[in-house]
């Protein structure tokens, strides 16, 4: 089984679709990697050498923007400054409550308590 910036690739399913499981890339910027890599829409994990894999990890790799543990890192960095900062934001994220404008009266009410580290 494949490894692509930390990320298996299954080999029975659709190239395509797996490389798209890769945080920080979607199913359409996968396909552009596949193809520029010289897989069809067709490919499977299976079909990929050790020389394509490398192939499209290094093109993986090329794109401006943070893919896999840099982007998670980036964005939990984000996060923990805005706890840290004690931003409206920021204490939404530290009580496990809905960020963004959401509706709690009705929804919400299960989410899970994230706890997270502030020191």
Not at 4 to 31: F, M, N, R
Not at 79 to 101: A, D, E, F, M
């Amino acid at each position: 089984m494949p490894f692509i910036i930390g990320t298996s690739i299954p080999e029975d399913k659709v190239l395509v679709q797996s490389v798209a499981h890769i945080y920080g890339l979607g199913l359409s910027q996968s396909k552009i990697l596949c193809k520029k890599a010289g897989f069809g829409s067709d490919s499977r994990g299976s079909h990929i050498t050790f020389s394509k894999g490398k192939n499209l990890e290094n093109l993986a790799e090329a794109t401006p923007l943070p893919l896999g543990a840099d982007l998670r890192r980036f964005t939990n960095d984000k996060i923990r400054r805005l706890c840290v900062l004690s931003t409206y934001r920021g204490l939404r994220h530290r009580k496990g409550l809905p960020v963004r404008g959401q509706r709690t009266h009705t929804n919400g009410k299960k989410r899970p308590l994230l706890k997270l580290n502030v020191n």
